[in-house]
């Protein structure tokens, strides 16, 4: 692994540069574009243009998607635990695995489409019934599951 000043990795600056020029080397976040429907629409081009509509129904999608989330799980098969960041990986095992993790996006976007789920704001509701469930100020540094809590 190529190391910068500082211990910083070639991912590391790139994420540097994402953020304005921070040098917050933790700090990552994703582009802006493609949104999720922006990707659900190219999707639903490329097999509209290949006359693949008639074999993605939703249960061929969700046995496509999991077998790509098998696929991203033969990345990290073998290796004991994986540091954040990834720091261990070569450029083109990372190219790989964006290649199987944007498999498992792409099948699950679809998957939601041919369930009329409305993904983004599915997710949105979701994630209030999470805070709901999981309060901040009662689980803060606790992995425990809901139904262990008491009171
Ligand atoms: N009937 C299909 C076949 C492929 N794809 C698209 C969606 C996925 O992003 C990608 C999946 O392609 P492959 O089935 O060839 O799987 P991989 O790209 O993972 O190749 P491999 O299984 O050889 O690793 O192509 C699709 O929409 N519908």
Redesign the pocket.
């Known amino acids: 692994l190529k190391m910068y000043h500082n211990g910083a990795t070639k991912a590391s600056i790139h994420s540097m540069l994402q953020n304005g020029g921070t040098v917050h080397p933790e700090r990552f976040t994703f582009s802006p574009e493609p949104t999720i429907e922006d990707i659900r629409r190219m ?1 639903a081009e ?2 509209d243009e ?1 006359n ?1 509509n008639q ?2 129904q939703p249960r ?1 999608l969700l046995l ?1 998607m999991v ?2 989330v098998g ?1 991203v799980s033969e990345l990290f098969q073998w290796r004991g635990e994986v540091a954040e960041g990834l720091p261990d990986w070569t450029e083109s095992e990372r190219e790989q695995l964006a ?2 993790l ?2 498992v996006l ?2 699950l976007v ?1 998957l939601a489409e041919k369930c009329r789920v409305d993904l983004p704001q599915a997710v949105i509701r979701k994630m209030a019934l999470n805070r709901m469930k999981y309060p901040a100020s009662k689980v803060r540094g606790s992995a425990k599951k809901y139904t262990e809590y008491k009171d």
């Open positions: 999707q490329f097999t290949r693949w074999f993605h061929n496509a077998g790509e696929e290649h199987e944007s498999d792409i099948y679809e």
